[in-house]
């Protein structure tokens, strides 16, 4: 939390705090805590791996504080990850809201490493959420859009545009989560879901909107700007 200085210095200091974790991630943090403990009766070899997965899992959950940039024509990253993919596509049948144009697919990949927090990439209303049943595919291929377990959402900006993005699990994920419902009001950079143990998120950007981000760049989940309405796209990007 931030340390304010007293009153006259004209400084502000932030000390650095240790990210807290999302209460889904507890009962996990508990099972395998308690498996390190029971190690050490059964067969302590066992105790030292036990206590670096309690850790890795502690960390895998860890929800950390972003500060969202404010814009009515900013499109803002959902996935903390790397862009592996900027190419117009049509959009899925379950986004067909969108419209039956080809539009400009976000792809961003999350590792076992990156924060697994999702958050909506403008403020609006909830339009649509649908789930999918499906593959666990490597989440970076192409086809995991279209093959793999996902969660569609569609979200209506105070404008009426319309912004599109799909929670795709890959190898290892095994479960997506929404906290949010149709209706549901949102605020830029809320969080909107979860999903549990390496996957990538597809954000479809509207028509009049320009790419911010070029492949290979790593994004923040409720920080990086990947569209601006009526901007300007990035070096190297085809819209």
């Not at 144009?101 to 609006?124: C, E, K, W």
């Not at 569209?227 to 990035?234: D, L």
Request: with cysteine; proline share 7%; charged share 20%.
């Amino acid at each position: 939390m931030p340390s304010i200085d007293p009153p006259g210095t004209g400084t502000t200091t932030v000390k650095w705090r240790f990210p807290s974790m999302h209460p889904e991630g507890t009962r996990y943090v508990v099972i395998v805590g308690v498996a390190a403990l029971l190690s050490l009766l059964i067969w302590n070899v066992l105790f030292w791996p036990l206590v670096f997965l309690t850790v890795f899992v502690a960390a895998f959950f860890r929800d950390p504080i972003r500060v969202t940039p404010r814009g009515d024509d900013l499109v803002i990253a959902p996935a903390d990850g790397l862009v592996t993919m900027i190419q117009p596509v049509m959009p899925p049948p379950e986004l067909a809201i969108l419209g039956e144009a080809p539009l400009v697919r976000v792809s961003i990949f999350m590792s076992v490493f990156d924060v697994h927090v999702n958050r909506t990439p403008i403020a609006g209303t909830i339009r649509r959420v649908v789930y999918i049943s499906g593959k666990f595919l490597n989440a970076d291929l192409d086809k995991a859009s279209e093959e793999n377990e996902r969660q569609h959402i569609v979200v209506e900006g105070k404008d009426g545009r319309l912004i599109g993005f799909t929670q795709i699990a890959g190898l290892v994920a095994r479960r997506i989560l929404a906290f949010v419902k149709e209706g549901d009001m949102i605020a830029a950079g809320q969080r909107v879901g979860l999903i549990r143990f390496g996957s990538r998120v597809d954000v479809f950007l509207p028509p009049d909107t320009a790419c911010q981000v070029a492949l290979g760049q790593r994004t923040i989940a409720g920080e990086t700007i990947i569209g601006r309405v009526g901007g300007e796209a990035v070096s190297g990007v085809t819209q």
